[in-house]
């Protein structure tokens, strides 16, 4: 038996035991039954499987995760020493848990609808299931059956028709050491009505050692005219596997912004899916990387024009160092009916050593004739002349090699339209890219 076949009966094993003695109604009965009886034909991807040609998951097969229990953590856990971008209503979760003492979210729905997932499968049952039956796409793989097999913890967010939440929806997920790797499947679930307008936040963040397997899935519903701002932000332990999945379905003239942000992980999997499904919808898709040490950070990104007068806007950014690797994958297709869209991708990444590592592919699929589309892709160093320059100036080469690092990573940064959360990634930004630079001092 290979070590992925392996893993998959190890973790169908623990999944089969963990149903048997999980609680919930008969929704999550049935959405957990489901995903377990598709497990029984679906195996792990390999570097065969085109879409996964560059991220090799051997790593993630020699780890043992363990489903979670209840952890002492839970009980004791304090946000105080933790860099948490603390503006807006927030959802706490410590190793997949809901915690509800350290968490803000409002009591009364009149702007905004946020609940636990059990919350929500509770009193809103219907609206819960009409997210999961219409925004599918490519969360339907082995990893988003796993978390969907043990579906209990996760979000619920409805933001109501032509309404905007008076500050930012922040949801936290810490993962803290333990005695044996875990798994920490979560999902959110998200529906903005007609003409609303939000914001929200997904933020990972993991203590230094602790090794887990983040499997969050997150399903957007976009209803006509909807405005949702969305940032997914990865400050993973360097130990962690985090493979996520996103898919957002999008109505008449809504509007969708993503920001996608990447500094820690041992491995790291993004899958977004965009289907601008109807005439007028625009997504915006944003992303910035730095992957040191070991890190691999992976990418893949696949926007379906399904509908004329579309379009879509993607910029990725990727800073390389040590034997990181980056892999980007941007796919668009534009359907034949999908006549006047308009699609542009750009993906520029930044080696700073020579064991970095880089792949880069933006796929075009064009089936409409009446369409604008444009992608790109550029792999480099600094530029040696720009290093001269400030050295001329009276700055140290590394100094230097740090500044003109730190520009290129603010190419995106500072295109953040949120004051508060443009400041807190550029800190983070100059504080990982500090770590960087005293490390290469040290040597």
Not at 174 to 180: D, I
């Amino acid at each position: 038996m290979s070590i992925a076949a392996d893993t998959r009966t190890r973790m169908i094993t623990q999944l089969d035991e963990w149903q048997r003695q999980a609680q919930g109604n008969g929704f999550f009965q049935r959405v957990r039954s489901a995903a377990r009886e598709r497990l029984e034909v679906i195996e792990f991807p390999t570097i065969k499987n085109e879409d996964w040609k560059y991220t090799n998951l051997s790593p993630f097969f020699k780890e043992a995760f363990q489903f979670p229990g209840k952890s002492p953590l839970a009980k004791n856990f304090d946000l105080a020493d933790k860099p948490v971008f603390e503006n807006g209503y927030r959802l706490v979760f410590v190793n997949g848990q809901y915690l509800a003492s350290l968490s803000d979210i409002p009591e009364a729905p009149e702007k905004v609808l946020i609940l636990p997932l059990t919350d929500a499968v509770l009193n809103h049952q219907t609206q819960v299931e009409n997210i999961l039956a219409t925004v599918s796409g490519k969360v339907a793989d082995i990893f988003s059956d796993l978390a969907t097999a043990c579906l209990r913890e996760g979000v619920f967010i409805n933001i109501p028709r032509n309404m905007q939440p008076d500050k930012p929806i922040h949801i936290f997920f810490y993962s803290s050491q333990s005695e044996t790797p875990f798994f920490a499947p979560v999902r959110i679930l998200i529906h903005s009505e007609s003409g609303s307008e939000a914001t929200v936040v997904e933020h990972y963040m993991g203590e230094d050692a602790a090794i887990y397997h983040a499997n969050p899935v997150t399903q957007i519903l976009m209803d006509a005219n909807a405005r949702l701002s969305h940032y997914q932000l990865g400050f993973e332990s360097n130990h962690a596997f985090h493979i996520s999945r996103m898919a957002v379905h999008q109505r008449r003239d809504s509007q969708f912004s993503g920001w996608n942000v990447n500094f820690g992980g041992r491995l790291v999997r993004n899958d977004i899916y965009i289907k601008l499904a109807e005439s007028g919808s625009r997504v915006e898709l944003n992303g910035l990387s730095i992957a040191q040490g070991e890190q691999h950070i992976d990418n893949q990104i696949f926007i379906d024009h399904a509908a004329p007068r579309t379009s879509s806007r993607e910029n990725y950014r990727n800073i390389v160092d040590d034997k990181g690797h980056a892999v980007f994958t941007g796919r668009v297709l534009i359907r034949q009916d999908s006549q006047k869209s308009d699609a542009q991708q750009v993906n520029k990444s930044l080696l700073l050593s020579e064991s970095a590592q880089v792949d880069t592919r933006p796929q075009l699929e064009i089936f409409a004739d009446d369409v604008k589309a444009s992608h790109g892709a550029t792999v480099g160093q600094l530029d040696d002349d720009q290093i001269f320059y400030l050295r001329t100036r009276g700055i140290g080469e590394s100094d230097a090699r740090q500044m003109l690092t730190h520009a290129f990573a603010n190419e995106i940064v500072n295109a953040i339209p949120d004051e508060a959360l443009r400041n807190f990634l550029d800190d983070a930004v100059q504080q990982r890219l500090g770590e960087q630079k005293s490390v290469k001092d040290a040597e």
